[in-house]
Structures are given as C-alpha cells and as structure tokens.
C-alpha cells in the first residue's frame, strides 16, 4: 500500500533524528556538567556554542518540515483520474459503506456485535476514494496494519484515495472514543482481485 510506505518513511526518519538529537543533547549536557565539576567558571553564556545549538535545531526544524510537506503531498496526489468512490458513514456503533456508482448499487454494514461486523470491499490495484462522514458523533477510522487513520464528523465530508497493491483482509477499529459501545467498532478492509470485484459490485456475494 502506497500509504503505509510513505507513513512508514516518514516516522522512520522523524524517528531517528528524534533519536539523534536526544542523544546529542545527553552528550552535550553530560558533557558540560563534568566540565562544570572539575573547572571553576565565572563566565555563565558561550554566545557561540549557543548560537550553534539554536542554528542546528532550527536547520532539523526546517528540515523535518519540508520533507513532512513533501510527502504528504506524495500521500495525497492521485494518479487514477477516476478512482472507485466509497462512501463511508459511522455511527453509533458501526459502520456503513455504500456504493454509490456500483451496477447494484451496493451498501454493507453490520451491527458490529459478535460476528456482525462490515466489510469494506475494494479492487486490488485500484484507486478508491473514501469520503468519511458520521451520522452522530466523531468517530475515526483507523486501519493499525495499514498505518492510516481518518476522523469521521457530522455534517463534514474527508476524502482520502488508497491503493491497495495485493489482495487481502485487515481489521479495522474505531480510533475515536464515541460512547459505551466505541471498543467493538470493527470492520474489515478486503481487497480482492478486480473480476472478483466486478462480479461482488453487480451483486454477487463471492468477495464477502
């Protein structure tokens, strides 16, 4: 999935800077504390060594700014002019997927309770846009292994557009605390091959 590796690139490399920097700090401040011990100072600023730690840290700032914007724009850019529209609804304690230019005009939702839980069918190396609304409160759509989360609201459509390059099936949750039943929000996310789709979106039940 072209998401999950561009989510993946950038915690990785925000992760390692993050890291970088919180050992560089260590060093400098053990460093400094020692010096402190053994040598007697009267002179409480070093404008050079402090105008260095202020340049340095602005330099990551920027740096981690750009590349986040870059690839977030990488995230958002859509190749397929055309891609399957889903429209996505959660509520109070479920979710509901419809279809809107399906030939069956196919809508899936659930209960969510024990086994009655919703899937989310798309055509392996397809684009899909999903457009998130709630019918009640904030909900959030989160799928862990995919690395990719949204929040749902009322009265407000988000887009996203994935691709998801294999077939396959994920658990999805609800990553949005909305009230008694919030923890048994589940859904699947199932990609499957095209003509299996073409034939579950003129209502066949094979994909499901």
């Known amino acids: 999935?072209?998401?999950?590796?561009?989510?993946?690139?950038?915690?990785?490399?925000?992760?390692?800077?993050?890291?970088?920097?919180?050992?560089v700090i260590l060093g400098v401040l053990a460093w400094a504390l020692a010096r402190r011990r053994s040598e007697a100072s009267d002179r409480p600023e070093r404008p050079r060594l402090e105008a260095f730690y202020v340049g340095a840290l602005a330099a990551f700032a920027v740096f981690l700014v750009a590349w986040t914007a870059w690839?977030?724009?990488?995230?958002?850019?859509?190749?397929?002019?055309a891609p399957l529209r889903v429209d996505v609804t959660g509520f109070q304690w479920c979710w509901t997927f419809g279809y809107p230019r399906?030939?069956?005009?196919?809508?899936?939702?659930?209960?969510?309770?024990?086994?009655?839980?919703?899937?989310?069918?798309?055509?392996?190396g397809r684009t899909v846009q999903l457009r998130l609304t709630s019918r009640d409160v904030i909900?959030?759509?989160?799928?862990?292994?995919l690395r990719y989360k949204m929040d749902a609201?009322?009265?407000?459509?988000?887009?996203?557009?994935l691709t998801l390059?294999?077939?396959g099936r994920w658990r999805g949750r609800?990553?949005?605390?909305?009230?008694?039943?919030?923890?048994?929000?589940?859904?699947w996310?199932?990609?499957?091959?095209?003509?299996?789709y073409d034939r579950w979106a003129h209502g066949g039940s094979a994909a499901v």
């Not at 609800?174 to 048994?184: D, M, V």
């Open 102 to 124: 399906s030939p069956a005009h196919r809508s899936v939702t659930g209960t969510c309770k024990g086994k009655d839980i919703p899937t989310l069918v798309v055509p392996a």
């Open 71 to 81: 690839q977030n724009h990488r995230e958002h850019h859509a190749a397929d002019p």
């Open 189 to 196: 996310i199932k990609a499957v091959p095209p003509r299996e």
């Open 165 to 167: 390059d294999r077939a």
């Open 1 to 23: 999935m072209r998401q999950r590796q561009i989510f993946g690139s950038v915690f990785a490399l925000e992760a390692v800077v993050a890291g970088g920097v919180f050992l």
């Open 174 to 187: 609800c990553a949005e605390f909305c009230g008694q039943r919030h923890a048994t929000m589940d859904f």
């Open 139 to 145: 909900h959030s759509l989160w799928v862990p292994d």
């Open 153 to 161: 609201f009322p009265h407000h459509v988000n887009t996203f557009t």
